[in-house]
């Protein structure tokens, strides 16, 4: 089926470890985004790419790096994880354009804990 | 900036009562709003949208108006289901550009009991 596709589902890193939440859609959507959800917060945008070849910062980027590889992938990295980085993030794209609107399209979600 | 709030939770409702779940939301534009829905271990699923005052959006039963003399945009649902139970979230995306935001509240526990 067509959609938001991450993974991994889950992961438990070691304090200091590093690791890549791959996302990938298959929409042709011009726009991807990153969020983190934690209990009693909603969710917060860490990072988004408007286009393919752009990167912005969102609401909380600290810790976090990212990656338009093109069109249909945009990789989080955490470079050195810490336990306030347990959270479940999800990936998001949505189609913008003329006749196109509000047509966010949201992943599964990873779920990473950081002992 | 924009901010989203939502009534606290969790909510706790038997089935075929009536559900009402608030939202008010802060904005310096005239923002669209939409309602989310997460069942367990799932992504978020758009529920309903309105884009501008005085607009009704509507699906599966579950409404909500826009009043922007009010700020808000208010879940309800007359009876409600097993089926329904999940979290909801209130969200507001102010600008229609390619890096358009959404920004959401916290999110809204629904428990419904047969």
Redesign the interface.
């Known amino acids: 089926n067509a959609g938001?596709t991450q993974t991994p589902k889950f992961q438990v890193l070691k304090t200091g470890q590093s690791m890549t939440l791959q996302c990938a859609q298959d929409m042709n959507h011009?726009?991807m985004?990153w969020?983190r959800q934690d209990p009693?917060?909603?969710?917060?945008?860490i990072y988004?790419s408007?286009?393919e070849g752009t990167t912005?910062k969102?609401e909380v980027p600290n810790g976090y790096n990212v990656s338009r590889l093109n069109k249909r992938e945009f990789s989080l990295r955490l470079e050195s994880a810490a336990p306030s980085q347990t959270s479940v993030y999800?990936c998001?794209s949505?189609d913008?354009g003329q006749g196109r609107?509000?047509g966010?399209t949201?992943?599964?979600?990873t779920r990473l804990t950081v002992v | 900036g924009n901010s989203v709030t939502q009534m606290e939770g969790p909510v706790t409702l038997s089935e075929e009562a009536f559900l009402t779940i608030n939202c008010t939301y802060t904005a310096t534009g005239y923002p669209s709003l939409f309602w989310y829905v997460q069942y367990p271990g799932e992504g978020l699923q758009l529920l309903l949208k309105a884009t501008k005052a005085d607009d009704k959006g509507s699906n599966k039963g579950f409404e909500a108006t826009y009043r922007k003399e009010t700020t808000s945009f208010h879940l309800e649902k007359g009876s409600v289901q097993v089926s329904d139970s999940a979290v909801y979230f209130c969200a507001l995306s102010e600008a229609e550009t390619s890096g358009s935001r959404l920004t959401f509240g916290e999110g809204t526990q629904l428990t419904v009991n047969p």
């Open positions: 938001v011009n726009s985004y969020y009693g917060m909603g969710l917060r945008l988004y408007a286009s912005d969102g999800f998001a949505r913008w609107r509000y966010y949201f992943g599964s979600g």
